[in-house]
């Protein structure tokens, strides 16, 4: 079962594995994630309270992997290449047609176009279907989400804005409105989720406090997690 600790302003989640040793092991893995390897006895606080005296050095392992992360490769847009939708991998294909249009089917994202060279007509055909089925995938993120809040008398739905942003994912507005970057629509829908509970945490405590960590945590417990998976497919 997952676990967590709370280190600055940020949550280190982890998993335990209980065997008869006599000391405790705290591994980082290239993927970002902590394993913990106990002695059967060890009570969770005792795990807890080491993985945050060992904090510091989590973070700077966390940091020397992070830079070995795949990285998304430049779009040539061009068929044969892959591009994600929802978490889910699909080949690009391009198709000669008089009507512009982009077409999702099978395991297939299929750009028709008269020009199948126009390498900036596929990426303008592919952004604006990206941005709409974004834009629908988000309202009922935020729909399903808000009621997670009830006790937090967000008494409105709270209006979206659909933008592109060079270094963030989601902001929230002082006036509440909630600004998510399409691109996130390429990963799983959980991480989409994730994005969308943080910013609407925001119009409860505006800054990165221990309470909005708290909050964040009772709302999506497995948040790490899933902020983690975004990173890796996005970065």
């Known amino acids: 079962m997952d676990k967590e600790v709370a280190y600055g302003n940020t949550r280190l989640a982890f998993s335990v594995t209980r065997s008869n040793r006599k000391t405790l092991a705290i591994e980082v893995h290239p993927d970002l994630s902590i394993k913990i390897v106990a002695p ?8 807890r309270e080491r993985v945050l005296k060992k904090g510091k050095w989590i973070a700077k392992q966390q940091a020397y992997f992070e830079q070995f992360l ?20 699909y080949l690009l294909r391009l198709h000669k047609s008089k009507k512009q249009e982009v077409k999702l089917k099978g395991g297939e994202l299929i750009v028709f176009l008269v020009d199948t060279n126009n390498k ?21 993120s935020i729909k399903e989400s808000v009621r997670k809040f009830s006790k937090y008398n967000i ?36 991480c989409v989720d ?15 406090s221990k309470e909005f960590y708290e909050l964040q945590t009772e709302i999506m417990p497995e948040w790490m997690k899933w902020k983690l998976r975004l990173e890796k497919t996005l970065i």
């Open 70 to 89: 795949p990285r998304t490769p430049e779009r040539e847009y061009v068929s044969g290449e892959t591009h994600f939708y929802l978490g889910r991998k």
């Open 194 to 208: 994730y994005v969308v509970i943080h910013e609407l945490c925001h119009l409860i405590h505006p800054n990165h």
């Open 155 to 190: 008494e409105r739905y709270p209006p979206l804005v659909v933008k592109r942003m060079t270094k963030r994912w989601g902001s929230c507005t002082p006036n509440g409105r909630i600004i998510l970057n399409p691109e996130i629509i390429k990963t799983l829908s959980r």
């Open 120 to 140: 900036q007509l596929v990426k303008r055909l592919l952004g604006d279907w990206y941005y709409d089925h974004a834009k629908r995938k988000f309202n009922q």
């Open 40 to 47: 059967d006895d060890t009570s969770l606080d005792d795990i």
